[in-house]
């Protein structure tokens, strides 16, 4: 079964970090590229980070020099490392390739 699965997500206070992965079954994530998206309550989903088959990353300004994207090409996984997040950072993160998405990830910034 063709499928991607994210992990990670959680409740953090502000100024933490969060490690979020995406595992693929049935796709080689680095022949592909991988992106992070997320969507908040009441808006539209947007994309975060991308990291390209090259290994090239690309981000969104709002989340550059706090969130790095990697891959693990032996554990099929993509990460997304998330530093001095915000509360407006908290969404449902998800991880796309090939056109498909994953089930997605909570992550709630408060204190």
Known sequence: QVQLVESGGGLVQPGGSLRLACVGSGLILSRLSVSWFR??????????????????????DSVKGRFTVSRDDVKNTVYLQMDSLHPEDTAVY???????????????VSS
């Open 39 to 60: 969507q908040a309550p009441g808006q539209a989903r947007e994309q975060v980070a991308v990291i390209r088959w090259s290994g090239a990353t690309q981000y969104a």
């Open 94 to 108: 998800y991880c796309r390739a090939d056109l498909r998405w994953g089930q997605g990830t909570q992550v709630t």
